[in-house]
């Protein structure tokens, strides 16, 4: 289904290049980006400090003239080549350079490179599976939770993570024929059981109704939505109960996409601006403000009817099976 889909994309390749654009030539192609790259002669001695991404040539060859040509082939989802997910686009991005020396030094020559395609009506990633982690909720929603493999298309393979690697954690509510649902994650914690207890060690990952207080001590962040009735948390591993089993625990909301306070917000933080933003707007990044205090709920007299509260757990075991439970709030998804 995938490639069907990707064959009605349109395809255009977007470079930002000093002078001579004229030396090299970019071609997106449905999985993989082919970048060829024609080199002074002064480079052909360097050709191993050339770079597409992180990636070296995949083929070199010195011409007649004593030129070099440089050819890089490699599939769009590698070589550190950034995906970003916008409107009705797929933007992948990267810089085509050389480096005659190692980094954090400045590469002495560096081009922007970008392929950009255009979203096939109806697009969803493809390791939307339904009933996988699954929890059927009030007014017939369905909610869905799982770890992803390093690159997003698809479910995780294992779940043993090196300490300070990222752990792709995907969460979804199923729209079927509701209105529009922004999907939050208001709370996660760590913890050593499949049931929290008040006895139960804990590590808090979102706290503060949405704030990703790990991204603060550590590096996690969210990703662009693709739909706004799914979330994607890239959580850097961390030192909690090493050598035991560890549950992630969740508290998901529904909520209506086009209302955001400090209660219903899904903000990170940004090291670089040293400051707090709204994932879904950073315009509104005033609302997480509270995050480095305390969010406190408002007053209200009963209960608001909009919103669905679920605790779904995963728990990162090797090589066990996925368990799905209907018409309950607790449920526990076996990696």
Request: proline share 6%; aromatic share 10%.
């Amino acid at each position: 289904v995938m490639s069907l889909l990707w064959q009605c994309a349109i395809v255009l390749a977007v470079v930002a290049a000093s002078a001579a654009n004229e030396d090299f030539n970019v071609d997106c192609e449905k999985h993989s980006i082919k970048v060829t790259w024609k080199v002074s002669p002064e480079l052909v001695e360097h050709a191993a400090r050339l770079f597409l991404g992180h990636c070296v040539p995949s083929t070199f060859s010195v011409l007649p003239t004593g030129e070099g040509m440089a050819t890089f082939h490699y599939n769009l989802n590698g070589c550190a080549i950034k995906k970003r997910v916008t409107g009705k686009k797929h933007i992948y991005s990267t810089s085509l350079t050389y480096r005659p020396n190692r980094k954090p030094k400045p590469a002495a020559i560096s081009h922007h490179i970008k392929c950009v395609y255009t979203r096939p009506e109806g697009w969803i990633p493809p390791f939307l599976i339904p009933a996988y982690g699954s929890a059927e909720g009030h007014g017939g929603l369905v909610f869905h939770m799982a770890l992803l493999n390093e690159d997003l298309t698809g479910l995780a393979k294992s779940s043993l993570f090196p300490l300070g690697s990222f752990i792709p954690i995907w969460a979804a509510v199923d729209q079927k024929d509701h209105q529009p649902l922004l999907l939050l994650l208001e709370e996660c914690v760590a913890a050593t059981t499949p049931e929290l207890q008040s006895a139960s060690p804990v590590y808090p990952i979102i706290t503060n109704k949405g704030c990703l207080a790990d991204g603060k001590t550590g590096n996690s962040r969210f990703l662009p939505r693709y739909h706004s009735s799914a979330i994607l948390l890239y959580l850097q591993s961390f030192k909690f109960a090493l050598g035991e089993e560890v549950y992630i625990h969740c508290k998901l909301v529904a909520w209506d996409p086009e209302v955001f306070d400090i209660e219903k917000k899904a903000c990170h933080y940004i090291k670089e601006t040293g400051e707090w933003e709204l994932l879904d707007d950073p315009s509104q990044s005033d609302l997480c403000k509270c995050c480095d205090s305390s969010c406190k709920p408002r007053l209200k007299r009963g209960v608001d009817s909009g919103i669905l509260r679920h605790f779904i757990s995963s728990l990162t075991k090797l090589y066990a099976a996925p368990v799905s439970t209907q018409n309950s709030q607790d449920v526990t998804i076996w990696l």
